[in-house]
């Protein structure tokens, strides 16, 4: 599986972004598929994920801004920004797993073994 992530780029406070994650050798339909994102000198910390089952959980810091999507037919996942923070400013990682996630392992990064190289988003004040 390779993941083919898109869509950063530099944007103003409250702006939108939209990200994207294609994926070629393997479909997403029964897996479980993640955005994490790692900021200057912090580790990389989880976002979202899109559960096998269809739940969507959110880190807290990005619950009701952002929402985690994907096209079944274009094997993509979204990532939809809104209200963009300075704080959201950092290098955006996709990632799969063959595996159906419980839900209190979804945020570990180390549940997954697929990863695309990362876009940047940048938020300007």
């Known amino acids: 599986v390779q993941l083919q992530a898109s869509g950063g780029g530099l944007v103003q406070v409250g702006g939108s972004l939209r990200l994207s994650c294609a994926a070629s050798?393997?479909?997403?339909?029964?897996?479980?598929v993640a955005w994490f994102r790692q900021a200057p000198g912090k580790e990389r910390e989880f976002v979202a994920a899109?559960?096998?089952?269809?739940?969507?959980p959110y880190a807290d810091s990005v619950k009701g801004r952002f929402t985690i999507s994907r096209d079944n037919t274009k094997n993509t996942v979204y990532l939809q920004m809104n209200s963009l923070k300075p704080e959201d400013t950092a290098l955006y990682y996709c990632a799969a797993t063959s595996r159906g996630l419980i839900l209190s392992t979804v945020s570990r990064s180390s549940e997954y073994e697929y990863w695309g190289q990362g876009t940047l988003v940048t938020v300007s004040s």
């Open positions: 899109l559960r096998w089952t269809g739940s969507t």
């Open positions: 050798g393997r479909t997403f339909s029964k897996n479980t």
